[in-house]
């Protein structure tokens, strides 16, 4: 895993490594499925919160990174669905939400693209849930917050992308409304600010998703990788 991290980031070193993952609740692994080889992985942690007056299950996404070769492939995306449903179950009436932060447009994509209510949206401004990115920010985060323009900003030698990774073009703003709102929000990224974002996981939304994917999927075969669920 490290070796793949290595791959896309700087200012990195195995035991910070080592050290973030030990505060997570769990890893994916993505696999080669015919070498078996482990080409990415995402990390996750469960927290309880409060909204307002309402008990509430955060899922904080941290790292992920996947080999550039495998990008476009959704086989990340259905293990993480999976234990979407397997955590909103075990709390079926608590509200729950994913909790990412975002160093780069794609990750914030996967947000973007997958989830009915989320924030930052560059369609719409939901109060409820700009006040639970304060405080999951707060919570986990509180020293590097900035609550004025809602960044996470870890200082210059923080950990950041390769400037070779997840470039952004002209004729990416220009095509990709969401890229842009991206860049705008977070016109640091490139020395690793993180912009803080927040889904929620409803069921309307646990309904939709396997439909939504599934035509993706039929536009969009390559069948080369398995994910290992979170344990």
Do not use: W
């Given at each position: 895993?490290?070796?793949?991290?290595?791959?896309?980031?700087?200012?990195?070193?195995?035991?910070?490594?080592?050290?973030?993952?030990?505060?997570?609740?769990?890893?994916?692994?993505?696999?080669?499925?015919?070498?078996?080889?482990?080409?990415?992985?995402?990390?996750?942690?469960?927290?309880?919160?409060?909204?307002?007056?309402?008990?509430?299950?955060?899922?904080?996404?941290?790292?992920?990174?996947?080999?550039?070769e495998y990008w476009g492939n959704k086989a990340l995306h259905v293990a993480f669905f999976l234990r979407m449903i397997r955590e909103k179950l075990r709390h079926p009436f608590r509200p729950m939400f994913w909790l990412l932060i975002s160093k780069g447009y794609k990750t914030y994509l996967l947000m973007a693209n997958n989830f009915h209510n989320y924030y930052p949206n560059p369609d719409r401004h939901c109060e409820?849930?700009?006040?639970?990115?304060?405080?999951?920010?707060?919570?986990?985060?509180?020293?590097?917050?900035?609550?004025?323009?809602?960044?996470?900003?870890?200082?210059?030698?923080?950990?950041?992308?390769?400037?070779?990774?997840?470039?952004?073009?002209?004729?990416?703003?220009?095509?990709?409304?969401?890229?842009?709102?991206?860049?705008?929000r977070n016109p640091s990224w490139e020395r690793g600010t993180e912009l803080p974002c927040v889904g929620e996981v409803s069921y309307s939304l646990i309904l939709h998703y396997p439909f939504s994917l599934w035509r993706k999927l039929r536009r969009k075969t390559r069948g080369t990788m398995t994910a290992i669920p979170a344990k």
């Open positions: 895993m490290y070796e793949i991290y290595s791959q896309y980031y700087e200012n990195i070193s195995l035991d910070l490594f080592c050290q973030d993952m030990a505060e997570k609740n769990g890893v994916f692994l993505v696999e080669d499925r015919s070498t078996k080889r482990v080409v990415g992985f995402s990390t996750m942690k469960t927290l309880d919160m409060r909204n307002g007056d309402k008990r509430v299950k955060g899922v904080f996404s941290g790292d992920t990174i996947i080999e550039k409820k849930l700009e006040g639970l990115v304060d405080n999951y920010c707060e919570l986990l985060f509180q020293p590097y917050y900035c609550p004025e323009n809602k960044l996470l900003d870890f200082g210059g030698g923080y950990t950041h992308l390769k400037s070779d990774v997840a470039q952004i073009t002209d004729e990416m703003r220009a095509r990709n409304e969401k890229i842009h709102f991206f860049e705008k």
